[in-house]
């Protein structure tokens, strides 16, 4: 898949070519170009995977072990935070939280709580809003950056690690997260755990195509997650897999 600056310069060339052979038809042509550049950046800012605006990580498919990276994200919450720290210590099974900052703030004795048990945190920005991929650079950096402090406080260790909110990237998300060095992860599975009814279903949904090396979409942040994770981790362990935090996987 092409990335965004090599879709503009297609496009350009495109525009040059017809601009040359097809003047009068103008008028036809260059909305539709239009149609279909908006519908390619469109797609490509909700589809992370795509790598479209930036290079995120979302597996490692290379690791040789039955090895899976559980990762949460929108946490820490008082309520569920800690059911998970406490399932995943019964199946000693390592975890990457992807906290928000102002849950951080809220709760900074449970990102202690998820270091102590040699969990990985990460940055999921500060404010996690619905018009985050509406903010300018600086307002980014901003954000980011404030998340990173409250982090960089708690951990010995400085996070380098950076998931955007609803996984959505544009040119300016990228700029700040190139200007503030960090990488992006993604996801390989997605559990869809916030909107789904049934554990069933998801922990089917999961496991059907699970292979070494994924890195799977969870949340802290309900009873139904709570639910699917411990049914998760029973499959996992029947299966012989072993999950471990999205760096380790990472650099395996
Ligand atoms: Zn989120």
Redesign the pocket.
């Known amino acids: 898949m092409l990335n965004f600056k090599q879709t503009n310069i297609v496009f350009t060339i495109l525009v040059l070519c017809l601009y040359i052979t097809l003047k009068t038809y103008l008028f036809i042509w260059l909305p539709l170009l239009l149609l279909l550049w908006i519908t390619i950046t469109t797609i490509g800012s909700f589809y992370m995977r795509w790598n479209f605006f930036i290079k995120a990580k979302h597996c490692n498919y290379n690791i040789n072990k039955k090895t899976v990276a559980i990762t949460f994200?929108?946490g820490p919450n008082i309520e569920f935070t800690p059911k998970v720290l406490a399932l995943l210590k019964k199946h000693q099974a390592q975890a990457t939280f992807f906290c928000i900052g102002k849950n951080i703030e809220k709760h900074p004795d449970l990102i202690k709580q998820i270091i102590a048990q040699n969990h990985t945190v990460g940055n999921?920005s500060y404010i996690?809003a619905n018009n985050y991929g509406f903010l300018k650079t600086k307002e980014l950096i901003k954000d980011i950056t404030k998340t990173q402090k409250l982090l960089n406080n708690i951990n010995q260790t400085k996070n380098t690690l950076f998931r955007p909110?609803?996984g959505v990237t544009n040119p300016n998300i990228a700029k700040a997260i190139k200007k503030l060095d960090l990488q992006t992860i993604g996801w390989s599975i997605r559990s869809y755990d916030t909107i789904a009814k049934d554990a069933n279903k998801v922990i089917a949904k999961i496991t059907t195509n699970l292979q070494s090396g994924d890195i799977i979409l969870l949340h802290d942040t309900s009873a139904l997650s709570v639910l699917i994770l411990e049914q998760l981790l029973q499959w996992l362990e029947k299966e012989n897999y072993t999950s471990i935090s999205v760096d380790k996987l990472l650099n395996s």
Do not use: G, Y
């Open positions: 994200d929108d999921h996690h909110p609803f």
